[in-house]
């Protein structure tokens, strides 16, 4: 994930704010999932913030833009503490951030799970007019897949110390 940059003669090596030498293997899976839950939190921002209707269509929620404005200013909190963690070039800090995302990742999965699993009990189709389970059922794949890599990664830099 480092790579070497030349700039008026100087050499830089370069990875998100990294300080000096190189990341390890496992300090790298751990840059990727965070990087990774940024790009997926600055989607739901703007999402969020600037089309709910949209974004609400496919679940069992419903608008409501008040609360998904919060969603969203929550959603910039948590892209700004990954890019700090990750511009610290402090392994410790990025993996506090990583652990804390590994429990976001749970509960927003279950969250979805369950809105899920309560629309289909319920009759709601999976797509339908005024709204679905679509995004219910998508929601658990994406978090869990995060879940999962992060997990790994985590516990590969454990394995490495």
């Known amino acids: 994930m ?4 030349y700039s008026g003669g ?6 998100v704010g990294q300080r ?5 293997a496992p300090e ?3 840059a990727v999932v965070s990087v990774l839950a940024a790009l997926g939190m600055a989607a739901a921002f703007v999402s969020q913030a600037f089309i709910p209707e949209a974004s609400s269509h496919g679940t069992t929620w ?16 948590m892209v700004t503490a990954v890019l ?16 804390s995302l590994v429990v ?8 979805h799970a369950a809105a899920f699993l309560a629309g289909a009990r319920s009759g709601v189709p999976l797509f339908g007019a005024t709204g679905g389970t679509l995004w219910h059922a998508y929601g658990p794949a994406v978090n869990y897949a995060g879940v999962l890599l992060s997990v790994y990664a985590l516990a590969a830099r454990r394995r490495a110390r």
Do not use: K
């Open 104 to 111: 976001l990742g749970t509960g927003l999965g279950t969250n």
């Open 28 to 30: 790298q899976g751990i």
């Open 84 to 99: 700090l963690a990750l511009r610290s070039g402090r392994d410790e800090v990025s993996r506090v951030v990583a652990t």
């Open 10 to 15: 100087q050499r830089a090596a370069y990875f």
């Open 2 to 5: 480092a790579r070497v940059i």
């Open 62 to 77: 419903g608008v409501a833009a008040g609360w998904q404005r919060e969603i969203a200013f929550w959603n910039v909190a």
């Open 20 to 24: 000096g030498g190189r990341r390890t």
